[in-house]
């Protein structure tokens, strides 16, 4: 029975994280739209839709712990409840980033623009995929899933590294520009940063399933969150 | 004897919390020193020592869950033990900034020195209390500290705002400072997000203590992390 029990709370627990990270999707999603379209209103909707990402950290924080009182796991599936409640932070952090983007957007849309967005959009693309196949390989506990998406980061970090040199150069040729430079600095940043939760993720996910805490192996990040 | 193992088994847990808090500090410390004494050593210094401080994250990871498994805490114990493993990676992650902040002081030892450094020790000082006074109220279950820590996040974010203005007009002024100024704007960002770390910390305490969830009840901050 206690086993039943442990297996649906566990489909309910996958199913809340889902559900949390589809909407953490969305925020980013809109707040790259509210910058590329120019479009306030997008900005303020992700702004505005911050709060429904902040309970859920709760809900999944409140389930764990009744989950825990009540069926009381043992072993692999205390481990995997563990792993849940280490997860959800960092898909808040994505949503935090999300509003700073749409912050960002708010004042970037008041001036004109520096240049077409091609880089950005591209950045947040592998940065949000990154989150969701991190998600998806928690969830089937595919480890080959995640360690794919710990090898991505670098793609992710390097397009950092290419906007920041170009936004640099625009800085330096006309000071006029720095405003709007740093503004996008401020966006490429967060991006960067959204790579990075992917990752910490997808190392929880690894560290579950293989048993192996690669979570700290890669001296070569580490460089705040 | 469950009850007295529980009571030695979270002493344990509060040191080894302390012990990794007095360790974060000093890597911030000497990140910050590494700057304002133009010493390279000091920064080569924090980077070497960071593997430490992530070794620290399993240690309470593995420490919490043998715990668990062990004791079977309930209701307060089973928050306090969930407290401490949500605790370690805000703590881990203020080290990753004590990291970025020497990978920038190399960068900018390198250049020729912008201004006298007085805000950013100042900032660094106030951040890194923040941490100090969330972690020992953890400890203490003290949430008067808690809410206090919490209060003082507003003058870490003043702070940036100050430095940010005056960095912005360097920049514009003479754009020959843009390198400099933008390494010195990398490392204010990290000391704010360490005083947000802070912040988590102590509203994770407020939650435990007065089994109040106010950790998103500030729609003012939400900024990434």
């Known amino acids: 029975m206690v086993e039943k029990l442990m297996e649906h709370d566990l489909e309910e627990l996958n199913k809340l994280l889902l559900t949390m990270a589809g909407e953490v999707e969305r925020q980013l999603d809109l707040a790259i ?112 899933l995640a360690r794919n998406v710990i090898d991505r980061d670098a793609e992710v970090d390097w397009e950092f590294e290419q906007i920041f040199r170009e936004l640099l150069t625009y800085m330096m040729e006309d000071p006029k520009t720095i405003r709007r430079a740093l503004a996008l600095l401020m966006v490429s940043r967060a991006l960067e940063r959204i790579g990075d939760h992917g990752t910490n993720i997808a190392e929880q996910v690894v560290y579950l399933v293989d048993a192996e805490d690669i979570r700290h192996r890669r001296p070569e990040r580490a460089d705040g969150d």
Chains 1, 2 share one sequence.
């Open 33 to 144: 739209r509210a910058l590329v379209e120019r479009d306030n209103r997008l900005a303020e909707e992700v702004i505005a839709g911050d709060s429904l990402i902040d309970q859920r950290e709760v809900e999944v924080d409140h389930r764990v712990i009744e989950l825990i009182v009540r069926a009381r796991p043992m072993a692999r599936d205390l481990r995997l409840v563990m792993t849940a409640i280490k997860i959800a932070p960092d898909l808040e952090r994505v949503a935090d980033h999300a509003v700073g983007i749409a912050r960002q957007a708010l004042e970037i849309n008041r001036l004109r623009p520096l240049k077409a967005f091609i880089t950005i959009p591209r950045m947040a693309e592998k940065a949000s995929s990154m989150v969701r196949d991190a998600i998806g390989a928690f969830v089937k506990g595919d480890s080959q």
